[in-house]
């Protein structure tokens, strides 16, 4: 401001001196306030660049590859140890083992101190970005007193004064710790684990009928509050004409269904048969892929009629757009029903979204028809399978033979995706070939190779 008055007044005196030509007419620029730190501006500058450079994906994926190599390595030593006790004779073949194996843990050692080092190095880097980030903060909160002109001001407040070394700190954390977690539509909040297997049991068929679903109708009619139902595909392990029903869950175990089956049609595979393991019952109801149809049918076991309605254009089906483990796809899994406290969903794929999982809101009603719809990231084949929690739609991978993960979850809420949900799920056997949540008590049904399973859901 000063320097302006300064500046306007040279300007009026020589304006003012005009008439006869001036000798000479000078005017001297007093800067009344403090000199403009370029210097420093320029190394704070360069100081944010290198914590840019510093912080880069290289660490993650270095990190991730020696984890990677490390699994491989524990896996190869424990198949050799166990050639090793197989073979171990005293003589040369154990003495030849016992040098292979040497090596290996050798090896081992070796990821293991390069994992300590980057660990290391990591915390070492957080520190030192955030010692970094709290300096240049002051500097940028010094510069800020030039701005008399209040221009720069606007922008800093909305992004550098805002930024807080704590949020540097979680964003290097980010593959390991959930950000943001999805909120749903429950008051019960966020689902974070969920507990071993609860219940098991090989129901009416022991050993038969590999495809399947079970679980329990989350609005019961009155009266069936504590039923149960099965679904087995009895047709080459792809289709089914009836739906079975248990009064309890010992009804279950001992394989006592009162009223028998429910057909659906006498003959198999037909109209209206259910094809795919993936179906719910919901209000009396059962939801399930119809045959050789992309379409959700409803089969009402009261009146035994089946209303329709069809899936978008370009939706995969007859084992098209199925889930999948790691070298194998469960044939006719093109579409999964799921239930949740809001009522019933269904994921499937279409050739216009590449394969990826598309998921929608079934609306009840005569017919039923197509809800709202969204748009996953994530491939269908990446999966194994999908339920619905609170409005909250997870998906499953399989990681061991006895383990399954709950990797991804996408709040309908909010819209948000997360590849990072890391809940395991300990199996009885190594396929799950459905999976339903059941709000009614908050239990995970799980058909696994001709088994059912359950599993409590844990929220906070
Ligand atoms: C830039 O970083 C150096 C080294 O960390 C530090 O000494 C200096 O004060 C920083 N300068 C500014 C302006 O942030
Ligand atoms: C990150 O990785 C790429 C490719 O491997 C490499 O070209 C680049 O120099 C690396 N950057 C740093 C900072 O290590
Ligand atoms: C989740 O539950 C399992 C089984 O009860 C338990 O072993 C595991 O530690 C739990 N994980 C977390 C993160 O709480
Ligand atoms: C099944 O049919 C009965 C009788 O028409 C009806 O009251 C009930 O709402 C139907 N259920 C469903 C889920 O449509």
Request: glycine share 6%.
């Amino acid at each position: 401001m000063k320097l302006q008055v300064v500046l306007s007044l040279c300007a009026v005196l020589t304006l003012g001196l005009q008439a006869p030509p001036p000798e000479q007419c000078w005017c001297e620029l007093i800067n009344v306030g403090d000199e403009f730190p370029h210097d420093k501006l320029s190394t704070a500058d360069g100081n944010a660049s290198d914590c840019n450079r510093n912080i880069t994906p290289n660490k993650t994926v270095e990190l991730e590859s020696l984890l990677l190599g490390l699994e491989r390595r524990i896996a190869q030593l424990h198949q050799d140890v166990s050639v090793l006790e197989r073979e171990d004779d005293g003589e040369l073949y154990g003495v030849l083992s016992l040098y292979v194996i040497e090596n290996e843990v050798a090896e081992i050692w070796q990821l293991m101190d390069r994992l300590n080092s980057i660990t290391e190095g990591d915390q070492r880097l957080t520190a030192d970005t955030t010692k970094r980030l709290r300096a240049l903060r002051a500097v940028m909160e010094e510069m800020e007193t030039f701005d008399t002109m209040q221009v720069v001001r606007g922008q800093l407040s909305s992004n550098l004064l805002k930024m807080d070394p704590g949020n540097y700190k979680k964003g290097l954390k980010a593959t390991t710790a959930p950000t943001q977690p999805p909120q749903g539509t429950c008051a019960h909040g966020q689902l974070v684990n969920i507990t071993g297997p609860r219940v098991f049991t090989q129901g009416e068929y022991p050993g038969s009928y590999s495809y399947g679903a079970w679980g329990r109708d989350p609005e019961p009619e009155p009266g069936k509050e504590s039923w149960y139902w099965l679904v087995v595909m009895t047709s080459t392990n792809k289709y089914s004409n009836y739906i079975r029903l248990y009064s309890s869950l010992s009804a279950l175990f001992v394989g006592k269904s009162v009223p028998g089956n429910v057909a659906i049609h006498s003959s198999n595979p037909t109209t209206n048969t259910i094809q795919g393991p993936n179906n719910v019952l919901y209000r009396g109801a059962l939801y399930y892929n119809c045959y050789n149809q992309p379409e959700v049918c409803r089969f009402n076991l009261t009146t035994k009629t089946v209303t329709n309605f069809k899936l978008p254009e370009g939706t995969r089906y007859n084992s098209k757009g199925n889930f999948c483990q790691l070298d194998e796809c469960y044939p006719y899994t093109d579409l999964d029903l799921a239930t949740d406290e809001s009522g019933v969903w269904v994921t499937y794929t279409t050739s216009q979204d590449f394969g990826n999982l598309v998921l929608s809101k079934v609306e009840e009603g005569e017919p039923p028809r197509l809800g709202q719809t969204w748009h996953t990231s994530v491939h269908k084949r990446a999966i194994s399978n999908t339920f619905m929690a609170c409005g909250v739609l997870y998906a499953t991978r399989f990681k061991t033979k006895g383990i399954e993960e709950i990797f991804y979850a996408l709040d309908t809420v909010t819209g948000k995706e997360r590849f990072n949900v890391g809940i395991l799920m300990k199996k009885m056997a190594p396929n799950i070939q459905a999976l339903n949540y059941s709000p009614v008590d908050q239990m995970l049904h799980a058909y696994s190779d001709s088994n059912m399973v359950s599993y409590k859901a844990l929220f906070a």
